[in-house]
């Protein structure tokens, strides 16, 4: 089996966890995309969605589902989105497609984070995949420079802008055995707007696909 048929199956069974008629906080890439695929051939009706990203937000409008500032409403009861990795704790790093700022802003306003992975993503400690700091544009330099001396290498992610006007940077070889502490220290550098480390927050529920199918962590 692939990659792509355990995305597909891992989007299935996110429905389980979707009520009819609520309004639904819905990620970014292409995990969530094959969600938001079996979503409306479910048949499921949702009142509305909150969206992390304007590739989302096209996504989910094409196919008729309204989407609601995260202003409009309330909390959220659900969110569902993807991670580049997880770890046993459903500690996560996102932001492989650059979104994880707002992902982050849908994820704590929801009650319940719902994490759509395969088992490729499943690492005991995180920092195999490079973790995006988004960065006002004036401070790349200059966060870039902090980024070294916590201990990363940081790659400019060039010719990418994010939803918010902003870049990324990309950071290779961190020491992440202790993320809330990391999150935390990254996030109070002038000029960070976030970093990809869904620590401090992590997911409440991670369901990945893989060759022996479906695994709930
Ligand atoms: C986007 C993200 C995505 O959730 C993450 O990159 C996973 O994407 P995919 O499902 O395409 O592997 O954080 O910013």
């Known amino acids: 089996?692939?990659?792509?048929?355990?995305?597909?199956?891992?989007?299935?069974?996110?429905l389980d966890y979707v009520e009819d008629d609520s309004v639904l906080g819905v990620g970014t890439g292409s995990t969530v995309n094959a969600f938001i695929d079996a979503l409306a051939a479910s048949g499921?009706?949702?009142?509305?969605?909150?969206s992390s990203s304007e590739a989302t937000t096209r996504r989910l409008r094409e196919l008729g589902i309204e989407v609601l500032d995260l202003n409009q409403v309330g909390g959220l009861d659900l969110y569902i989105d993807g991670a580049d990795e997880f770890d046993p704790h459903r500690r996560l790093i996102k932001g492989g497609g650059g979104a994880h700022t707002r992902e982050k802003i849908v994820a704590e306003a929801s009650r319940r984070f719902v994490c759509i992975a395969d088992e490729s993503k499943r690492v005991g400690v995180l920092g195999r995949f490079p973790l995006p700091v988004e960065v006002i544009p004036m401070a790349r330099s200059l966060v870039a420079r902090k980024l070294?001396?916590?201990?990363?290498?940081?790659?400019?992610?060039?010719?990418?802008?994010t939803d918010n006007g902003n870049l990324v940077l990309d950071v290779h070889n961190l020491d992440?055995?202790?993320?809330?502490?990391?999150?935390q220290n990254i996030n109070n550098l002038p000029g960070v707007v976030d970093c990809g480390l869904f620590a401090r927050r992590p997911a409440d529920v991670v369901l990945a696909g893989g060759p022996?199918?479906?695994n709930t962590l």
């Open 1 to 14: 089996m692939s990659q792509e048929q355990w995305k597909h199956d891992v989007g299935e069974a996110a």
């Open 212 to 214: 022996d199918g479906l």
């Open 44 to 50: 499921k009706r949702l009142e509305a969605a909150v």
């Open 176 to 183: 992440l055995v202790d993320p809330v502490s990391m999150e």
């Open 148 to 161: 070294v001396a916590l201990g990363g290498q940081p790659e400019w992610r060039e010719g990418f802008t």
